[in-house]
């Protein structure tokens, strides 16, 4: 019969996990959402997820969300770089930004986030920021909706969803049959009789 690996804690638990406390009062940590900073919570949810081998639903009981939160923390404890360690530590960093961080390569980790409190950027500036877009494409695509709505008379809008080759969705919104026939003549498409 196999034996059960041995926890080895990351960096983060050895750094984070409060002294000698024992399971109970960990979880009762948790359950109470009592912590110093949120390095010391993503590491008291790696320790029990990985050490004291709790279930990823019953530590999302534990603070009343969902199971995919805590997959997204424990991915995000794992990832993370220790570098980032004394940011978390101080709060200067949300978990949402945390998890986008996590996702990078480990030697773009700390660029990204030194930039992002230095910008001060909003999470979605910073995934608009690592995904190469920036808000001068997204004002001319704003304009290029309100330009084709107007020139139209129909509410389109544009997404960008491709942002290496630029390739997205135009859509456009109607009310009703007669609506939809107006566009398709608006647009010169012929309907079969």
Do not use: W
């Not at 940590?29 to 029990?48: G, P, S, Y």
Request: proline share 4%.
């Amino acid at each position: 019969m196999a034996q059960k690996k041995k926890h080895e804690p990351s960096e983060l638990e050895l750094y984070y996990l409060p002294s000698r406390e024992p399971q109970e009062a960990l979880i009762a940590r948790l359950r109470d959402n009592n912590f110093d900073n949120l390095a010391q919570k993503l590491a008291v949810i790696l320790f029990l997820k990985d050490g004291c081998s709790c279930k990823s639903s019953y530590l999302a009981d534990l603070q009343d969300v969902d199971d995919s939160v805590v997959r997204h923390q424990v991915y995000t404890a794992r990832h993370l770089i220790s570098d980032l360690h004394p940011l978390v530590s101080k709060d200067r960093i949300t978990f949402s930004a945390l998890r986008t961080i996590a996702h990078l390569p480990p030697d773009q980790q700390e660029k990204a986030a030194r930039d992002m409190l230095a910008k001060r950027m909003s999470v979605t500036k910073l995934r608009n920021y690592l995904s190469g877009s920036d808000s001068n494409s997204t004002d001319y695509v704003r304009q290029l909706s309100d330009s084709i709505s107007d020139q139209s008379g129909f509410s389109a809008s544009i997404s960008i969803e491709d942002t290496k080759s630029n390739g997205g969705k135009l859509s456009f919104s109607f009310c009703g049959l007669d609506d939809f026939e107006n566009l398709l003549s608006r647009l010169n498409i012929k309907l079969p009789e």
